[in-house]
């Protein structure tokens, strides 16, 4: 399982290496280049799924009970 995953910002096409916690998902993150913050895209559990280049730790093990999305509704 993959703990790091670059984040690519939006808005201002920053890139950065974050370690994403393997219990929890990361709903906001704040762009350290530009200062947005940003949101998973609908559909997606945490920023990593949505902008990051590995899906998030729940997501990868997604098998072993799904993702804490799964009792999650909009
Ligand atoms: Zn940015």
Do not use: W
């Not at 993959?2 to 974050?18: D, V």
């Not at 200062?35 to 899906?55: A, K, Q």
Request: charged share 15%.
């Amino acid at each position: 399982m993959q703990l790091e995953s670059t984040i690519t910002c939006p808005k201002c096409g920053g890139a950065s290496t974050e370690t994403m916690p393997t219990d929890a998902c990361q709903f906001f993150y704040d762009c350290p280049h530009c200062g947005t913050l940003l949101r998973p895209n609908p559909g997606d559990c945490c920023v990593f799924c949505s902008f990051g280049t590995i899906p998030c730790p729940p997501k990868q093990g997604e098998e072993v009970g799904g993702c804490c999305d799964a009792g999650m509704t909009d």
